[in-house]
């Protein structure tokens, strides 16, 4: 799981440098990586459900960096796919509710996407990265609603969700970027 593992991180990096053609290339090569390697483990069960936990973060990956890239209809019909597959696997669900919810919010359809990661916050307890995501992006839809008055306590809210966020998973994305958005 190291290579998927460093091929996940270095996709991360270049999401985060700007470079979305190549990181949404190393998610794709992720992506089958791990699904390759699903085929190689079937006499591991105690490493299935880690890969499988690196293959969302692939398909993860993929989305935002459609989303990173602002092709928000192509987003769209990626995480629509993701959910038809999802199936009986809750994380899927989550990531693919999340990335339907994050359209919905680069669309500035704030009530829509409100209650898209609602949803995912309360269906996807299990899953913190998508739980994490969830609530971070509850406070940017409160904030933003906040500032169009459609909700007059959204900044107290944004704010609350914003630390919930950093005390119950302070070790992610959403923790670092919640402290930055505070309003």
């Given amino acids: 799981d190291w290579r998927l593992r460093a091929l996940l991180?270095?996709?991360e990096i270049l999401l985060a440098a700007g470079d979305v053609r190549r990181?949404?290339?190393i998610y794709t090569e992720a992506e089958r990586a791990t699904g390759l390697t699903a085929n190689e483990i079937t006499d591991r069960p105690d490493l299935q459900p880690i890969v499988a936990s690196l293959?969302?973060?692939?398909?993860?990956?993929v989305g935002r960096s459609l989303l990173a890239d602002d092709n928000v209809s192509q987003a769209r019909s990626y995480y629509s796919t993701l959910l038809g597959e999802a199936r009986d696997d809750p994380s899927v669900r989550a990531?693919?509710?999340?990335g339907l919810a994050e359209c919905d919010f680069r669309d500035g359809?704030?009530?829509e996407a409100q209650l898209g990661f609602a949803r995912v916050a309360i269906e996807a307890a299990g899953t913190p990265e998508e739980h994490a995501r969830a609530l971070y992006f509850l406070g940017r839809c409160a904030d933003e609603l906040d500032k169009t008055g459609a909700e007059p306590s959204g900044a107290t809210r944004a704010v609350a969700y914003f630390q919930e966020v950093?005390?119950?998973?302070?070790q992610t994305?959403?923790?670092r970027q919640a402290a930055q958005a505070r309003p």
Avoid: C, D, F, I
């Fill in 9 to 11: 991180v270095h996709g």
């Fill in 23 to 25: 990181a949404s290339e």
């Fill in 55 to 61: 293959g969302l973060s692939a398909k993860v990956g």
């Fill in 95 to 98: 990531a693919a509710g999340n």
């Fill in 109 to 111: 359809r704030m009530k």
């Fill in 166 to 170: 950093q005390k119950r998973y302070p």
């Fill in 173 to 175: 994305t959403w923790a």
